[in-house]
C-alpha cells in the first residue's frame, strides 16, 4: 500500500537531452523541500499558500562548485493537480542535473513517486474521475495530432460526461421504483405504469449498448491504424504496396494474375501517421476461366485460392481503412466493404489516356510514382477524420468497456422484470447494479484492483 500523504519525487518530462527538464513534488513537505537550497533572483515576501507563484533563481546541489539555474513553481493545496501542496523545478534538461536534483529531494525526506502516482493522487483527492486519469496516460503516449486532439477531448470530459447523464438518468428510475417499494399502499404512487418503465430502463440498456459499440470501434486505434489494399487480381496492388512502403518493399510483381496468395505487411508513415498497409490475395473468381493462366492450372490452385480468400476476408473484416484498387474506368466500384471505411483506387493511369470526364477516384501509378503522395495524404486524412468523429471514444480502455457491459446487462435484466411482473426489490436490485458499474467506470465507486489496473501503466512522474 502507498502511502499517499508522503512526499513524492520524480522527473516529470522526458528522457534525453532537451533544454529544460522538469522535477516534480507532490506532498505536505513540497515547498520547503524545493526552497532548502534554492536562492531567489528577487528576494520578496512569498504568500502563506502560493498557488501559481513562478520564481526564477539558483539551485546549490551538493557536491557541484557552481549553482544550477532554474525555475520553481509553487501550488499550495487544494489549488493544483494533485490536490496537495506540489512544487516543481525547472532546471536545464541534463540528465546529470535532474538526477542531482531527484537525488537532494530524497535526502531531503521525500521518496521516488511510483508509475502514475501524482495522477493517482489527483484522482484520490477528487481533481480528476478515472477515464480522465486514462486520458492523462492517452495525451502522453498520442503518436499522431488526431489522436493528442482527441485524448485532449476526452481528457476534458469527453467519456465521462455521456456516462455521468446516463447514472442521473439510471438513478431517476431507481427513485422511482424504490418510491413504489416505500409507499407500495399508496394509491397512484407508480406514476410511470409498469409498460412505460420497462421502456425506460430498455432506452436506458440501448444507450448503453451505442456507447460500447462505439467504443469498440474506436478500439483499433489504440494499435497501429491497419490500411488494407483490396482489388480484382492483377489490379496493379502489390506494385502500390511498393510504392507506399519505400524501403520495407517486398511484395512479389507480376503481370501473371493471382500471384498474389498471402498477405504482406509495412509500417508506412502517412504525413506524421504511422499506419499498418496491408497487401492481399486479389479477387479470382474468373482466374479459373483462363486457360493459359499457369498459376489458375496448378492442380493446387484452388485450394490456395480459398485459404488466400479467407485469409484476405479475416483482415478486411478488422481493419480500418481499405484502399479499392482498379485498374478499369468503369465508375462503379462493383464492390463495396459495409461498415469500414474505403478509398477508391484508380491504377496503372500510365498505361491508358486519361478519360474526358475523370472519375471520383484517386489517380495512381506506382510505376510512375504518380499519385503516390497525394494517396498518402487521403490516408491520412480518412483516418484522422474517422477518428476525430469518435474522439470521445478513443483509447477506450478494456476496464470501461467491461463496467458498461455490466450495466447494460443488469439494465436488460432490470426490464425484463418490470415487463415479466416480477417483485420490484428485483428490479431495484438490477439498476443498484448497474449504478454500480457504471460509477466503476468514471471512479465513482472503486478498488484498490481497479486503482493498480489503471495507474500501473502510467510513466514515472506524470
Known sequence: ????????????????????????????????IAFKTFAPVRREPIPPKPSGLWLAGSLKLPGWFSPVPVDLSLWSAPRSYTGQDMAEIHAPGSQPILDAIVDLGLTSGARRAERGEFTLRAFLHGKLDLTAAEAVHAVVAAESPARLESALKRLAGGISTPVERLRDRVLDLLAHVEANLDFAEEPDVDELGRERLAAAIDREAAAIDELIARFHARDRFQSLPKVVLAGPANAGKSRLFNALAG??????????????????????????????????AGFVEDLFDDADNKIASHEHAPTIARSAALLRDEILAECDLVLLCKQSLDTNPWISFPGRSSLLVWTKIDLRDPPSDPPSALATSASQ????????????????????????TDSMSTRCREGLSKASLAL???????????????VALDLRLALE??????????????????????CIGK
Do not use: W
Not at 4 to 29: H, K, M, N, Y
Not at 370 to 378: C, P
Open 412 to 426: 436488460r435484466s432490470a426490464a425484463e422484470a418490470v415487463a415479466t411482473s416480477f417483485g420490484d426489490e428485483l
Open 369 to 392: 510514382g504518380i499519385g503516390v503522395d497525394r494517396l498518402k495524404a487521403a490516408i491520412a486524412s480518412r483516418l484522422n477524420d474517422d477518428l476525430r468523429e469518435n474522439d470521445a
Open 1 to 32: 500500500m502507498l502511502d499517499l500523504e508522503s512526499t513524492i519525487v520524480a522527473i516529470a518530462s522526458a528522457s534525453g537531452a532537451s533544454p529544460r527538464g522538469i522535477v516534480r513534488f507532490s506532498g505536505a513537505d513540497s515547498h520547503a
Open 247 to 280: 524501403s520495407q518493399a517486398s511484395a512479389l510483381v507480376s503481370p501473371i494474375p493471382g500471384t498474389t496468395s498471402d498477405t504482406l505487411h509495412a509500417i508506412v508513415d502517412c504525413l506524421g501517421l504511422k499506419i499498418e498497409l496491408v497487401d492481399t
Open 437 to 458: 458499474e457504471l460509477g466503476k467506470v468514471v471512479g465513482a465507486v472503486y478498488t484498490d484492483d481497479i486503482l493498480d489496473r489503471v495507474f500501473s501503466r502510467f
